[in-house]
């Protein structure tokens, strides 16, 4: 027997199991048998096919769950139709309320709440008692408050319709929280599918859904696999799809519901870096590191996976860390001794260990604790790899289990270059005592949240989401809420007006050279040249549109640009971003400000070149006005479009920077061909995107006149570069193209569908707002819809007070 002194040096504990009776007994009492819940009803599962559910840290089967097939989703679909209006009806409080006994009610039960989702999911019972059921209750508070004030905070907005959500297995009842909240607050009503891994807690909460009275249909849940899921996405009266899971089905998501019209959130996988530098306090790392990594058993979407450490203290850190993993305790979940649970399932451990051995295989350095590990069950002991050679999945790939990769940087530019070495975006973490370098590099990383000498915070009052292939979408704060709002719609894009018998501009019977556009001659009054990297150049193939005015007549030639004019303006715009989004906003809004003077200066001889197409000289000089008015309000917007700082409760400042997404491309409206650019271009450039920009199809000859109004200013060079020609040609080599972060197409539902089929690549963001409802003479009173999606969110958490 131990002396209490050597108690004290040794830290020795036992054992301090929670009582996992409650779980069983709610188990016991649906006699371990579920179906779905529809329609305010829960159906008996006698009859239908079921799946096992596991015990992960025994293995032992303790429930079967109804896989749901095509027509449960269509009873549940037809279910959240069927609330919406009685729901909206209920008015704001009427929701607001409802959220909140939601919330309560979480609360009351949190012990089962908890335990349940320990016994399914192998999380440790500490964690799931002290950090999933909590910030779930939180989630309803702070959203219930949202329902209360969505008709003072979003005039006139409704919620989006039916949503579909589809939720994996890592955080079960926390992600359903995450989903559920926003979208009922809404006033959107919901079909959700949890994991078939973890489907318990989600079973609970329906039930308390009854509880709380909840009208029948708003909530409505259905279990199944990733078949059930796929049904869910490809149903036609959903309106929007929200998805937490692999990038994998993330893209097969955005394939599926391309030019369907449904809005889609993707929360995806990631693979983010924790970045110390030699000041960091190293004892608050090795902490951080244990909450970052070893956190839920390293299967967290942000787990902080890839250890960047700056040279100096490489060693120190690796050796402070192996002495801290020597204390890590792996075991039963319901232990609250345990610092490590199980692996949600025997499929994920085998995986983790087959990328674990394939990077030993390759030279790794895999290192573990000697502590021993249980038995039964799924169980994987903390991991740190050194020596991971950088191509190697092990540094690439997600693993999503307690395993670290670990290398060194020199400068902080190193850094931020390794850091940025992904294809993900998701979170980051940095590590420094020095404010200023902190500072310095979290609007330089490349990721949806950044926390500054902490990891793995969440709050309802934040968004959460990722830039990249780590998706995009936001969850929490009032970005999260308002993926939810419907948007108005547009209609589709026809020209208005006479414009509507307006013919593309086609290519000449003689396939002119680019010579013959140089002079203008034969009755054509106009060409224009491609313009790539602040200079007009000749397209790769010499090959010329012909543009006809309204009436018919040939009036000017454009050059058919081609995949290569569009590769080196992607080249040229990517070379220009960095600098461009570093500037000041009061740089940029003085930058257009001056295209608008300079536009002021011409708008006459631009109304009458635009009359010779259109024929109405009043509609063009409308058009000039309307455009230079519209540089205005993005110049006005462009320091004004700022983010905020999130009430999260914690001692910290959660900045939401309001970020530029990098290189755009964009399709112009083909109505209103001179104003529709810059209506289009410039809210992306006062946020700091750089542009491809293919002008309008219909009368693409307005963009001379732009063109000569950028050299006349002070635009640097490849900020904006304009590639006339043919959308079909153009299309896919935009959308397909791995450097372009965002695209913009005003056009047809046809070209939209084919933009977001083809952006699954490396998961650009879609604009395929179909857009000629849209009142482009005014269009500046929907400039918050241009603005947001000119921008992403970036949420850096900064610790403060002793
Ligand atoms: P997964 O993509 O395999 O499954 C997620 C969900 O999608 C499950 O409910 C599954 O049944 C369903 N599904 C599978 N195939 C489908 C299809 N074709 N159509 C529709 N639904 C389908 O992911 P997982 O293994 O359950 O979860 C782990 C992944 O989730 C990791 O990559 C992790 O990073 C990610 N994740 C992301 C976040 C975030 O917020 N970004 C949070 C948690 C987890």
Redesign the pocket.
């Known amino acids: 027997m131990p002396s209490i002194s050597d108690l004290f040096v040794s830290l020795e504990y036992g054992p301090a199991p929670e009582n996992a009776g409650v779980a069983e007994t709610w188990l016991d009492a649906h006699a371990r048998r579920f179906g779905h819940f529809i329609d305010g009803a829960r159906d008996a599962a006698e009859d239908a096919e079921t799946f096992e559910v596991y015990r992960p840290s025994t293995g032992e089967v303790i429930a079967r769950v109804a896989q749901g097939d095509d027509d449960v989703v269509d009873r549940a679909v037809a279910a959240a139709r069927a609330a919406l209006p009685e729901w909206e009806a209920l008015g704001a409080a009427g929701r607001a309320d409802l959220l909140y006994a939601l919330s309560r009610g979480i609360q009351r039960r949190a012990r089962l709440f908890a335990t349940l989702e320990s016994l399914d999911n192998g999380k440790p019972i500490r964690e799931s008692r002290d950090l999933d059921v909590p910030l779930v209750a939180r989630h309803f508070y702070h959203h219930a408050g949202w329902a209360q004030l969505r008709d003072q905070t979003h005039p006139g907005r409704q919620g989006v319709g039916v949503v579909g959500q589809?939720?994996?297995?890592?955080?079960p009842l926390l992600?359903l929280a995450?989903k559920v909240a926003p979208a009922l607050a809404a006033g959107s009503t919901v079909v959700l599918?949890?994991?078939?891994?973890t489907p318990l807690t989600a079973l609970l909460f329906a039930e308390l859904c009854e509880e709380v009275g909840l009208p029948p249909g708003v909530f409505n849940l259905v279990n199944?696999?990733?078949?059930?899921?796929?049904?869910?996405?490809a149903h036609d009266d959903v309106d929007k799809i929200a998805?937490?899971?692999?990038?994998?089905?993330?893209r097969?998501?955005r394939r599926?519901t391309a030019g369907s019209g449904k809005r889609l959130s993707?929360?995806?996988?990631?693979k983010s870096p924790f970045v110390v530098f030699e000041d960091a306090d190293l004892d608050a790392v090795v902490e951080g590191v244990v909450d970052a990594i070893w956190f839920n058993q390293g299967?967290?979407?942000?787990?902080g996976s890839r250890i960047l450490v700056q040279e100096g203290v490489e060693d120190r850190l690796l050796e402070k860390l192996r002495a801290r993993m020597e204390t890590l305790r792996v075991g039963d979940p319901l232990d609250k001794a345990v610092d490590l649970g199980a692996i949600v399932d025997r499929v994920?451990l085998e995986r983790i260990e087959s990328m674990v051995a394939g990077g030993a295989r390759e030279g790794a350095t895999v290192w573990t604790p000697s502590s021993t590990m249980p038995d039964t069950g799924w169980f994987h002991p903390p991991t740190i790899c050194t020596d991971v050679d950088p191509g190697s999945p092990l540094w690439t790939e997600?693993i999503?289990g307690p395993v670290v990769v670990m290398r060194s940087f020199r400068t902080p530019s190193e850094a931020v270059e390794l850091a940025n070495d992904t294809r993900y975006g998701?979170a980051a973490s940095i590590w420094t005592e020095n404010l200023n370098v902190a500072l310095d590099i979290a609007p330089q990383v490349k990721a949806g949240t950044v926390w500054v000498n902490c990891t793995n915070l969440f709050d309802a009052a934040s968004g959460?989401?990722?830039y990249r292939e780590?998706?995009f979408g936001r969850?929490g704060g009032e970005e999260g809420f308002e993926e939810y709002l419907a948007r108005p719609n547009h209609g589709t894009d026809q020209p208005f007006g006479p414009e509507r018998d307006a013919r593309p501009a086609e290519e000449t019977p003689d396939a002119a050279s680019a010579g013959a556009a140089d002079s203008a001659g034969g009755g054509l009054d106009r060409t224009v040249k491609l313009y790539v990297g602040g200079r007009q150049s000749r397209p790769d193939a010499e090959y010329l549109l012909r543009v006809r005015s309204l009436d018919g007549d040939p009036i000017g030639e454009v050059p058919r640009g081609t995949r290569k004019d569009i590769r080196n303006a992607v080249e040229a715009a990517r070379k220009a971003q960095g600098g461009w989004a570093s500037r000041t906003a009061h740089n940029r809004a003085q930058i257009l400000y001056y295209l608008a003077e300079n536009l002021s200066q011409r708008e006459s001889e631009i109304a009458d070149r635009l009359a010779r197409w259109s024929g109405d000289g009043d509609a063009s000089r409308a058009e000039v006005a309307a455009a230079r008015r519209t540089l205005f309000t993005y110049a006005a917007w462009a320091d004004k479009w700022d983010g905020r700082v999130h009430a999260t409760p914690f001692r910290n400042v959660t900045l939401a920077m309001r970020e530029p997404i990098g290189v755009a491309g964009l399709f112009a409206p083909r109505a209103a061909p001179f104003l529709g650019l810059a209506a289009t271009l410039a809210p992306l450039l006062a946020l700091g995107n750089t542009v491809v920009a293919v002008p309008s199809s219909v009368n693409p000859l307005p963009a001379a006149d732009w063109i000569q109004l950028f050299e006349t200013s002070d635009i640097p060079a490849g900020v904006v570069n304009i590639v006339t020609g043919v959308r079909d040609d153009l299309a896919p080599t935009l959308a397909d193209h791995d450097d372009v972060d965002a695209l913009w197409c005003f056009g047809t539902r046809e070209e939209g569908a084919e933009i977001e089929r083809r952006s699954t690549g490396n998961l650009k963001r879609t604009w395929c707002a179909l857009g000629a409802g849209r009142d482009w003479l005014g269009v500046h009173s929907d400039a918050e819809e241009f603005l947001r999606e000119a921008t992403q969110i970036k949420n850096i958490w900064v610790p403060y007070g002793a």
């Open positions: 589809i939720i994996p297995w890592n955080f992600m995450w599918k949890p994991a078939e891994y199944g696999d990733g078949r059930t899921g796929a049904a869910i996405v998805f937490t899971g692999s990038t994998e089905v993330g097969e998501l599926v993707l929360e995806l996988g990631g299967q967290v979407c942000c787990a994920q997600e999503f998701l959460f989401g990722g780590s998706g969850e």
